[in-house]
């Protein structure tokens, strides 16, 4: 019985061996180097804020607490991520719009989500990417969206 039991532990021993490296491998690749944009969530102030870098690093390139109809010549087409610091309740959720005059294909973030670090895996409402492509925004009510960034 007994060299059974040391049988099964040196491959159960083994086994913890071969799998180990490949799980330390695959969580280095996908670690966020630092999560700049979950530091900058609270408190709320009313406000949007968009980054032209990912994980939100650096001062914010655009800020408003009201609808914008478009960003600006500098802040237009430059987002890689965004923050929703408003005021929960009523008109909470940030839909960003592709086009100016808050017009054309469009995707939310409600204040829940807070946060979304890196526009690149984000689609429009046409599935287009989100990332670099923001031009306007407005508050809304999380009824008036159907796509969500994550």
């Known amino acids: 019985m007994r060299k059974f039991t040391v049988t099964v532990a040196l491959i159960g021993l083994t086994a913890l061996g071969v799998t180990a490296p490949t799980a330390a491998a695959q969580a280095t690749e996908n670690t966020v180097a630092a999560n700049g944009c979950a530091t900058k969530t609270t408190p709320r102030d009313g406000k949007m804020y968009a980054w032209d870098t990912l994980d939100c690093q650096g001062p914010s390139m655009y800020s408003a607490t009201g609808n914008s109809n478009y960003w600006g010549a500098a802040d237009t087409d430059k987002a890689s991520s965004v923050i929703n610091r408003g005021f929960l ?47 306007s925004h407005k508050w809304v009510t999380r009824s008036a969206c159907s796509v969500f960034l994550t």
């Open 89 to 135: 309740g009523g008109l909470d959720v940030v839909m960003f719009f592709r086009n100016t005059n808050q017009s054309g294909p469009h995707t939310c973030l409600t204040p829940g989500e807070l946060y979304a670090d890196d526009l690149r895996d984000n689609r429009f409402t046409d599935g287009s990417v989100v990332t670099n492509a923001i031009s």
